[in-house]
């Protein structure tokens, strides 16, 4: 199951789900979306398995669970939620040491409680390999932000900065034992929660997702879910020197950045400006909506570097990787 | 991570969650419970992982994605609530196959749309091996059965019968071909909802858990979370006459059951008597339970065929195994 696979996979899986009573957004969003009375919950899982997400001299045990619990504070972070209850899931070797088991649960803990939630429960089983599977129910003040609702001519937005993370797991897989800012970017998501919730209650963001899987992507998934097109610019990516010398394509697709990704309409721009010292992050304008028969482009001073149609099993990092290649700019 | 370790693990992990805000049942009983509003909700989480709790020939895709969604049916049950919603992560291996993984989830949602459930959410990763971790939300009507609350003097009741299911494991772990009742019970749980759902209306259980790890090992973490003993009357448990044929050790410490287990004060059984046509299960009064210092014991006409201590950390299926020796009747 390739990252094309899961996307198509999906596309055909999810019409067959019923809905259900009190089901506001069901699968397909960063979040799954349910009426309480009146209130809104938020509810999302997502999983860090060994030999896929990571290797274990990637990560401490408390690391780990820190970051497997950070990845889906950033899902509930992506629709404007706060999280509240987790559920940790953890599969484990029998080798494993009791004393390492102790320390990934406070590092779940330990992080939750940073962030205002707290473990409510789980489940703990044996496997051949590790693995950490979260689930995380978030509150919701005000109505949450969805991947749908950009419109052409909303200005695009990223959170913090990009590639970074993507470049420390290239540094961990690379046996360099690094402790610089890209490596803790990869060990340790920060979750834009603050930003996020602003950007809801505020309703300055008419569509928003996190960026996990690569801006690219993410932005496919966002086009895909709005029906529209984007124009990313290069220049624009928040991006360290180090990054952005070693090309764009950690920031378009390495992926692990967990910022978000969100659509401004013009006319709430000012407002956004005013807001901006309460977010805890910088926002950064890197592009705008298009229609969507622009399709997704990301250019650059000399021209185009990404040209792809608007749809997400258009979007996997494979493929996204072999279209980097440079075409003459057609706007 | 023996079962023993699991519980002793656990022992000492749960007092390091601080509790937070709405929660009312944090870890430690077969689900969460937080409060909305002036409703509860019920969460858990529970993971079928390949090699520990199945090989790949023991179920087709559909029965394992029925299955992982019935036994945590069966923990929202022990409670005495209603499923609700579902979020089912997967972790996939590379070869398994796209039709596999669609009749997987199609498991999952029949069986969650067959209990009035859907799926809102859930997580596709790859994996070495194959896994289902599913979580379950639960709407309660009324309040939550604890495992806390037997008293001494209550009678002990179980749901449905005992021991096939794990005979039923038995079974296809040898090869054998078999596909009778046995083997049925093994590969779908029938989580007892509607019968849970009239103890918890109408009071009738002080005290409820679902066996799921073998009858003696989830007695015991009753009647530790109540602080008492019991008495099982071997005779009475409600089993097949293959299954009684083939000793008490299936029934007493199979495990894979995923029936009810309630304490009933004795005021409440007439009450009982009356609503019982509408359980859809036969509930067998199977023992007493017992002050503290009674411990556990299961007694049969002979005497006493297994004496423990109260406390899950005695109650692992490898040490109840071992201690299924007949010694003489105490009482």
Same mark, same amino acid.
């Given at each position: ?13 999810? *019409?067959?789900?019923?809905? $259900? ?60 939620? +706060? ?19 102790? +320390? ?47 419109? *052409? ?60 899987? $690569? ?22 990516? *928040?991006?360290? *020197? ?37 977010? $805890? ?21 000399? $021209? ?28």
């Amino acid at each position: 199951l390739a990252k094309t696979g899961e996307f198509e996979f999906l596309a055909r899986l999810l *019409p067959r789900l019923a809905s $259900g009573r009190g089901v506001v957004v069901g699968p397909g969003d960063d979040c799954a979306v349910v009426a309480v009375g009146r209130q809104r919950w938020l509810i999302t899982t997502d999983a860090l398995v060994e030999g896929t997400h990571f290797r274990p001299r990637w990560f401490t045990p408390q690391q780990l669970g820190r970051k497997a619990y950070l990845v889906n504070a950033s899902d509930i972070a992506a629709m404007g939620g +706060r999280p509240r209850y987790v559920l940790a899931a953890l599969a484990v070797p029998a080798r494993y040491p009791d004393r390492d088991l102790m +320390r990934l649960n406070i590092g779940i803990a330990k992080a939750a409680a940073e962030t205002g939630a707290c473990v409510i429960g789980g489940n703990l089983t044996r496997a051949d390999r590790l693995s950490v599977t979260i689930t995380l129910v978030g509150e919701m003040r005000g109505t949450p932000v969805l991947r749908r609702g950009a419109q *052409p001519g909303d200005a695009l937005f990223v959170s913090g900065e990009l590639g970074s993370a993507a470049y420390g797991r290239r540094l961990l897989s690379r046996r360099v034992t690094a402790r610089g800012h890209e490596v803790r970017r990869f060990r340790e998501p920060v979750p834009r929660l603050e930003a996020a919730a602003l950007l809801a209650q505020h309703r300055l963001a008419s569509a928003m997702i996190d960026v996990s899987d $690569g801006l690219l992507q993410d932005l496919g998934h966002l086009c895909a879910a709005s029906g529209v097109g984007a124009r990313v610019e290069v220049e624009q990516l *928040p991006c360290r *020197p180090s990054i952005r010398a070693a090309g764009h394509a950690l920031a378009l697709s390495g992926g692990e950045d967990y910022e978000l990704l969100c659509a401004v309409p013009m006319h709430r721009l000012a407002r956004m400006r005013k807001l901006q010292h309460r977010f $805890g992050c910088q926002m950064t304008r890197i592009g705008a909506v298009m229609p969507k028969s622009y399709g997704v482009r990301a250019v650059d001073a000399l $021209g185009t570097v990404y040209s792809g149609p608007t749809g997400f099993d258009h979007f996997h990092a494979s493929t996204a990787a072999r279209r980097h290649r440079r075409t003459p700019r057609s706007s």
